[in-house]
Nanobody, 120 residues
């Protein structure tokens, strides 16, 4: 149906930058909203940023002004540019996509997650 493959995580010092990518592949008719979520140890998964097919965006208050989400619809890829990273941004980051699959309809799909670690 829809497979999501993330890349770009890693270890960075506080104040540094990272760029995450997530490419969707598979048999689908359309990719609707795409987004990034994160989960820190001992905490619930939380929304980081979301983007519509027309590039309307929404961000968690904690990342506004530091993170930028974008997408390339031709490549079915979503990006997350993370600047001015803080130790509290350390988490596993998950890509999410709402895909429309023929015969199934609209469903949520998740990537495997990529670790982002920000050292102080």
């Amino acid at each position: 149906q829809v497979q999501l493959v993330e890349s770009g995580g890693g270890l960075v010092q506080a104040g540094g930058s990272l760029r995450l990518s997530c490419a969707a592949s598979g048999r689908f008719l359309f990719i609707n909203f795409m987004g990034w979520y994160r989960q820190a140890p001992g905490k619930q998964r939380e929304l980081v940023a979301i983007i519509s097919p027309g590039s309307i965006t929404n961000y968690a208050d904690s990342v506004k002004g530091r993170f930028t989400i974008s997408r390339d619809n031709a490549k079915n890829t979503v990006y997350l540019q993370m600047n001015s990273l803080k130790p509290e941004d350390t988490a596993v980051y998950f890509c999410n996509a709402v895909g429309v699959v023929g015969g199934i309809g609209s469903s949520d799909y998740w990537g495997q997650g990529t670790q982002v670690t920000v050292s102080s």
